[in-house]
């Protein structure tokens, strides 16, 4: 059962470009959430989604950041026009079911760097 | 809103030995889940232990047990019988009611052989 998958490991985008970021829950898995991680700080929530649905993206900044769970295919969080800002580790979970007790389980995250 | 302080940017221990991870936390939710993740130099974060608020008995993996202070709201981590493989960077997470995780800035574990 292959865990979380997430591409492409590493990105590279001058300012201006847009960055598109992928990721494929485990199977069986309905509910993906994505993360933040800037250097030597825990990670920060942005959005939570289930399949063709956002349903928290408190933690997204309101500009120049999406995420969509299409119906089929990967989870994709995508930052236009990025800026230097944006460089980070950004790390995608996912879950089977809606409870607290489940365990998120991560991929091995997309390192963005902004030239 | 809820926070996670995790004090020790850095700790090191001697193989075989034992250490203690600190974390605190701030919430006014009585009903709510802690863990502990393990992120080592492949950045792959991955769960230690997790602890259910509503339940006294600390939980335990092995090797890996935690002492959970409901009332200090505290929830440190103490791994005993330290190997080389368990360095790496540990962050401490609170589980909100609206199922996001909020992290700790983490503490890096040295082992020393």
């Known amino acids: 059962n292959a865990g979380v998958m997430q591409n492409p490991r590493h990105l590279v985008r001058r300012r201006g470009q847009e960055a598109r970021l992928r990721c494929s829950p485990m199977?069986?898995?309905?509910?993906v959430y994505w993360y933040r991680q800037l250097p030597e700080e825990g990670l920060k929530f942005m959005v939570y989604l289930q399949k063709e649905n956002i349903i928290d993206e408190s933690g997204m900044p309101k500009e120049r950041f999406s995420a969509e769970f299409p119906k089929e295919g990967p989870s994709i969080l995508r930052i236009q026009q990025v800026v230097r800002g944006d460089s980070a580790a950004y790390f995608c979970?996912?879950?089977?079911?809606?409870?607290?007790?489940?365990?998120?389980?991560f991929g091995p995250g997309t390192r963005l760097t902004v030239l | 809103a809820q926070t996670v302080t995790q004090s020790q940017p850095e700790m090191s221990v001697q193989e075989a030995e034992t250490v203690t991870l600190s974390c605190t936390y701030d919430t006014s939710e009585s009903d709510y889940y802690l863990f502990w993740y393990k992120q080592p130099p492949s950045r792959q974060m991955i769960l230690v232990i997790r602890?259910?608020?509503?339940k006294q008995q600390n939980a335990t993996e092995n090797r890996f047990s935690v002492n959970f202070q409901k009332a200090a709201k505290s929830f440190s981590l103490k791994i005993s019988d330290s190997q080389l493989g368990d360095a790496a960077m540990y962050f401490c997470a609170y589980m909100a009611s609206n199922y996001q995780l909020i992290w700790g800035a983490g503490t890096k574990l040295i082992i020393k052989p």
């Open positions: 602890q259910e608020a509503y």
């Open positions: 979970a996912s879950s089977p079911l809606l409870s607290r007790a489940n365990e998120q389980f």
């Open positions: 199977k069986g898995h309905s509910h």
